[in-house]
């Protein structure tokens, strides 16, 4: 069990940096390594649960830039969905999820590299709506949504550290709502809080290692790395479910 924590703790710093260098997406590289340290049923609530300490610290290193006009159509979609992938995780087999987690992260990755992030449509505010409830849906089912929402943000003219601020709060709430469903289920017992401790707590160190480089590397830079390595994991759990 020390290896495990050991092995989370190391995890959390790691793709929480990445997290905060790219605006989101860092918890996504967590799955798949998260599943090879845990069981598969208990992936998405460690996360959950580790994101939202995470949160916690990033409103407040930059509490300063969020965005409240954007938040007020956003937390409304993000904490309903975040209740019904909670409550549509607890009734699905591990196979399924193993072979669900895979195949998000196959086409998570295919849309990073179809779309590259750049503005592709008019935003309206009312868009955050559908997009937060669509969003938080898939983070409760598979664990987390990585940027998802970037582009949308990106549209509507919030740059990085705006976005940062902005997604902090929703992903807090978000989280939130998520764990509340995850317990109402029984998911949650005192083995899966070591788990999701430990994780949080390499998060945090993430963070502040994130923040101090934010302004110093492009987030760009690991990008095909980082999307190797998610194919990887993603082959991984495919495997582990069919076997």
Same mark, same amino acid.
């Given at each position: *069990? /020390?290896?495990? &924590?050991?092995?989370?703790?190391? %995890?959390?710093?790691?793709?929480?940096? /990445?997290?905060? %260098?790219?605006?989101g =997406?860092?918890? +996504?590289?967590?799955? @798949?390594?998260?599943?090879?340290? +845990? @069981? /598969?049923? *208990? &992936?998405? @609530?460690?996360?959950?649960?580790?994101?939202?300490?995470?949160?916690?610290?990033?409103?407040?290193?930059y509490? #300063?830039?969020?965005?409240?006009r &954007?938040?007020?159509?956003?937390?409304p979609?993000?904490?309903?969905?975040?209740?019904?992938g909670a409550?549509?995780f607890?009734?699905?087999?591990?196979?399924?999820? !193993?072979? %669900?987690?895979?195949?998000?992260?196959?086409?998570?990755?295919?849309?990073?590299?179809r779309?590259?992030?750049?503005?592709?449509f008019? *935003?309206?505010?009312w868009?955050?709506?559908?997009?937060?409830?669509?969003?938080?849906?898939?983070?409760?089912?598979?664990?987390?949504?990585?940027?998802?929402?970037?582009?949308?943000?990106?549209?509507?003219?919030?740059? #990085?550290?705006? *976005?940062l =601020?902005t997604?902090? &709060?929703?992903?807090? $709430?978000?989280?939130?709502?998520?764990? !509340?469903?995850?317990?109402?289920?029984?998911?949650?017992?005192?083995?899966l809080?070591?788990?999701?401790?430990?994780?949080?707590?390499?998060? $945090? /160190?993430?963070?502040?290692?994130?923040?101090?480089?934010?302004?110093?590397?492009s @987030?760009?830079?690991?990008?095909?790395?980082v999307?190797?390595?998610l194919?990887?994991?993603?082959?991984?759990?495919?495997?582990?479910?069919?076997?």
């Open positions: *069990m /020390l290896l495990t &924590v050991l092995g989370l703790f190391a %995890l959390g710093a790691a793709t929480f940096a /990445l997290s905060t %260098l790219a605006a =997406g860092g918890a +996504i590289l967590s799955l @798949p390594a998260a599943a090879a340290l +845990i @069981p /598969l049923r *208990m &992936v998405a @609530p460690v996360v959950c649960l580790a994101s939202l300490v995470s949160s916690l610290q990033r409103v407040w290193l509490g #300063r830039e969020i965005e409240w &954007v938040l007020i159509w956003v937390l979609g993000v904490m309903g969905g975040g209740l019904l409550w549509l607890a009734r699905l087999e591990a196979r399924w999820l !193993g072979l %669900l987690l895979a195949g998000f992260i196959v086409w998570h990755v295919a849309r990073q590299y779309r590259g992030g750049a503005p592709s008019a *935003m309206r505010r868009y955050f709506l559908p997009a937060g409830l669509a969003t938080g849906a898939l983070s409760g089912l598979v664990g987390a949504s990585g940027p998802l929402m970037n582009p949308f943000y990106v549209n509507a003219g919030i740059e #990085r550290e705006r *976005m =601020g997604k902090a &709060v929703s992903t807090l $709430l978000m989280q939130c709502a998520k764990a !509340g469903g995850y317990a109402t289920a029984g998911l949650i017992d005192a083995r809080l070591l788990y999701a401790a430990a994780l949080a707590a390499g998060a $945090l /160190l993430g963070n502040w290692l994130g923040r101090h480089w934010l302004r110093r590397l @987030p760009a830079g690991g990008r095909h790395w999307n190797a390595a194919l990887v994991g993603a082959a991984m759990l495919a495997w582990r479910a069919l076997s």
